[in-house]
């Protein structure tokens, strides 16, 4: 080999090689859940983005239960790692009235439909505020030890019904969804919770039966946690994201069963912090992520419903398990005949005060 072809040879290979250094150069952030939910985001976004996208490497961080709390820290001191967050729609509201995330031009950052339909309306009103990407419907429900009960619990009052379905429960440390049950469970009409919730006596008769299982409540801060508790006899009823408890029921096979009596719909989605390191990057990201394909394509491993319109009748079967997921959603006719509807303004208006309400009530 003469010394010219040496020369290009090595040039070539100089340039593959700082070619390969810069294809792993943009390190993406992404705040989820972990568990099941972020392991759906990473077969259904992650990986397929990467694939296209040979230059970006998705970072997941599993700290989105307080996500809200910490990307304030971050945007107070100046230090915004975060690239895109996984929100409650509560949440996003709140932090969009900050100024803290990022306004979204929903038909021009978006993809539309296959059928051309543009986002804003293939989505609907699940674009509950200028800076929220709704990705997912799901519910909070309840799931209980199939082998604990000669009757099956079948309404939430059972829940509070501590004589008739002994044990202990596990609940979320948190005001939020529980002040509605207890409100379901105490007779309170489906459809009227935040109405009675919106007088002092209504929230005085929703800590009053929540009183009535004080003591026989196990309090969790991650959806991972009441599976775990179930499975291993700790409690005999709990509360969780309805996916989780599919994970629990149809991959793990646990002696577990679904209680959906006033399970409570709410959303979740993506939003941009103001400051993102990758702003641009997350952009097209978000493009990819939520077009009717992948978020179809989710429903494939959890039992979450899309939250597109377009998505919707895309729904099949779980990738591993080849069983119809649209039985599990709960959007599912036999699942949501009776459902809490979760007010996100009215409590994107009221968690600050009712949080610090619940926070000293735990400390009595």
Known sequence: MNKVMKQMLIAIMLVAFTGGIALAETEMVIVSWGGAYTMSQQKAYHEPYMKLHPDIKIINDDSAGTGAAKLRAQVEAGNVTWDILDSLAADAIALCDEGLIEEINHDVDLAAAPDGTPASKDFGDLIVCPCYVPTIVYSTTFGYRTDKFA??????????????????????KSAIDNLEWALVADGVDVTKVYDVLSTPEGVDRAFKKLDTIKDSVVWWSKGAQTPQLLADGEVVIGSTYNGRLFQAIAVEKQPIAMLWDAQIFDLDGFVIPKGAPNKDEALKYLKFATDTQRLADQAKYISYGPARKSSAPMVGKHAELGIDMKPHMPTAPANSKRIVVKDHMWWADNQVELTERFNAWLAR
């Open 151 to 172: 009757t099956p619990p079948t309404t939430i009052a059972d829940v509070f019904n501590l004589k008739k379905f002994p044990g202990k429960r596990a609940l979320q």
